[in-house]
């Protein structure tokens, strides 16, 4: 069973520019979530994905959007980027339902000079 | 009030002692309570997922629900040097989405 998988691992951008992050849900899995983790805080929820359709958003402002594709694979792109983005960003996938667990990825390490 | 609560610790126990891990939350309607481990550096890692109150076990690991009380707690026995991370509390908070509100994290040292 493969697990989630995030590209890339790190990355280092400058104020200004835009990225894009990409996240390979686990097999069999059709909800995606990604999370922002900046040091010392827990994970923040940026937005969820089922179906290709966004299915929840935070407290992020709209440069950050994303994609999901129809093999459950997703997207994540920040426009704009700020110094306050630099953080760790992490996928997470899990089954249909409600309760059902996530599992992470390894995340990607961003950071913005 | 944060919606989910931990101490950030660090919480030192010496090796082979019971290591208790404690949170709280905020909204009665939270339906699901999960656990992860994060070693420095690394993503989070699921270790407990508890739904009703009471107790579960797992290994060397206990999770126990409180609905009434809004709390929830993680015990570790024979805590083991390897088991040296921050824990984070997980809640489902119900708001239509399936999103995970997390704690801050507590630091767990334990001591050989």
């Known amino acids: 069973e493969t697990g989630v998988t995030q590209s890339p691992t790190h990355l280092i951008k400058t104020r200004g520019q835009q990225v894009t992050l990409r996240c390979s849900s686990q097999?069999?899995?059709?909800?995606v979530s990604w999370y922002q983790q900046a040091l010392g805080q827990g994970p923040q929820f940026i937005f969820q994905y089922y179906r290709e359709e966004e299915n929840g958003r935070g407290n992020f402002p709209p440069r950050f959007s994303g994609l999901q594709f129809p093999n459950y694979s997703s997207e994540l792109n920040v426009n704009a980027l700020e110094l306050d983005d630099s953080a760790l960003y992490l996928c997470a996938s899990s089954l249909e339902g409600f309760n059902q667990p996530q599992h992470f990825g390894d995340g990607t390490r961003l950071s913005i000079l | 009030q944060k919606e989910v609560e931990q101490n950030s610790g660090p919480l030192s126990v010496p090796e082979g002692a019971i290591a208790s891990l404690n949170c709280t939350y905020s909204d009665r309607g939270s339906q699901s309570f999960f656990w992860y481990r994060q070693y420095s550096g690394k993503s989070p890692e699921l270790i407990m997922s508890i739904y009703s109150n009471g107790d579960k076990e797992d290994g060397r690991f206990t999770a126990q629900l409180n609905k009434a009380s809004q709390y929830v707690s993680l015990l570790i026995r024979d805590s083991q040097p390897s088991d040296s991370a921050t824990y984070l509390c997980a809640v489902n908070i119900f708001t239509g989405r399936r999103a995970l509100t997390f704690g801050s994290g507590t630091r767990l040292q334990v001591q050989p």
């Open positions: 097999s069999g899995h059709n909800t």
